[in-house]
């Protein structure tokens, strides 16, 4: 079984930064992309970004372009993302996600096989 284990959420002022990770424990997979999405309260989960494993071409969502960036670190098969200047509308439980097949740059969570726990991101005004 494929557990994705995620780090780094916390409770923070707007403007400020954090730094998620995300690595797979269990047996081992190859992975085509890693992935972050979202979910606030009452809302439906939404893509943040994702990488693809090779050549690490990245996609962004527009709410979170020039703010957040996502990034792989290759030898520990671990994805990060960076989120900066961030709004209280940034608030939510975010989720690590894996594609163990071909990606296309899809934005919807059923490109995604494998997903985490989540780790709640809450940003104060």
């Known amino acids: 079984q494929v557990q994705l284990v995620e780090n780094g959420g916390g409770l923070v002022q707007a403007g400020d930064s954090l730094r998620l990770s995300c690595a797979p424990s269990?047996?081992?997979?190859?992975?085509?992309?890693m992935a972050w999405f979202r979910q606030a309260p009452g809302k439906e989960r939404e893509f943040v970004a994702a990488v693809r494993w090779s050549p690490g071409t990245t996609y962004s969502a527009e709410s979170v372009k020039g703010r957040f960036t996502i990034s792989r670190d290759t030898a520990t098969n671990t994805v990060y993302l960076q989120m900066n200047s961030l709004k209280p509308e940034d608030t939510a439980v975010y989720y690590c996600?894996?594609?163990?097949?071909?990606?296309?740059?899809?934005?919807?969570?059923?490109?995604?096989?494998?997903w985490g726990q989540g780790t709640q991101v809450t940003v104060s005004s």
């Open positions: 269990g047996r081992t997979f190859s992975s085509y992309a």
């Open positions: 996600a894996a594609a163990g097949r071909y990606y296309s740059g899809s934005s919807s969570t059923s490109a995604f096989d494998y």
